[in-house]
């Protein structure tokens, strides 16, 4: 079944403003990944975050995870027309590699 | 950066035949791979692990005779939908951590489009 599960199901903005997306899962976690996938595409990898980590940052990215709450959010400051996208959280909670997907924020930014 | 190529990217299919879907690591071995599908609008389910050299592993609900998958080598895994119908219509796409590296690392395959008609 699937563990995560993600809030906003569709976020709509302008271009320049920043987006934030959650996500909760329901068991122990060893690490949460975020994933952007654009409209009929593969998986990008975004970020990367360890269960005793609890912000991390690459370029216009923002996550933080909260263990205790069993849950992480993605921000993307300063938005721009080219990421409009799908972003769906990831977890693996045995480095199985087996990940089990939340079910995705679609993210419309409009020029 | 690691490369996985999927191919078909797009195949339409009348109802009854078996298509097969292939996985390959342009620039690194895997000894696993993953394969996921993904229903319109709905995120990724995980449908089974590929094991270079041993037989696959499927996850619960995933009938192992109706998707077959084959990883004879270090850098290719195939998923075959045997006797396709209508409901096999959907998004499929593989996965595969580098050789040596965590398993949670994953790149990912473009997708393949399957239409059973």
């Known amino acids: 079944s699937q563990q995560g599960e993600e809030d906003p199901q569709a976020l709509s903005i302008q271009e320049g403003e920043n987006a934030t997306m959650n996500c909760s899962y329901k068991t122990s976690i060893n690490n949460l990944q975020w994933y952007r996938q654009n409209s009929g595409r593969g998986l990008v990898h975004l970020i990367l975050?360890?269960?005793?980590?609890r912000e991390k940052h690459s370029g216009r990215l923002r996550v933080t995870l909260d263990t205790s709450k069993k849950s992480s959010s993605l921000l993307i400051t300063a938005s721009r027309a080219a990421d409009t996208a799908s972003y769906f959280c990831a977890t693996d909670a045995g480095n199985t590699g087996k990940l089990i997907f939340g079910q995705g924020t679609t993210l419309q930014v409009k020029p | 950066g690691a490369v996985v190529s999927q191919h078909p990217s797009r195949v339409i299919c009348k109802s009854g035949t078996s298509v097969k879907i292939e996985c390959r690591s342009l620039d690194f071995q895997a000894t696993t791979m993953f394969w996921y599908r993904q229903f319109p609008k709905q995120s990724l389910m995980l449908m089974a692990t590929s094991n270079e050299g041993s037989k696959a592993t499927y996850e619960q609900g995933v009938e192992k005779d109706k998707f077959l998958i084959n990883h004879a080598s270090l850098t290719l895994s195939t998923l075959t939908v045997t006797s396709a119908h209508p409901e096999d219509s959907s998004f499929y796409i593989c996965?595969?951590?580098?050789?040596?590296?965590?398993?949670?690392?994953?790149?990912f395959g473009a997708g393949t489009r399957l239409s059973v008609l």
């Open positions: 975050i360890r269960s005793n980590e």
């Open positions: 996965s595969a951590p580098p050789r040596g590296t965590a398993k949670n690392i994953q790149y």
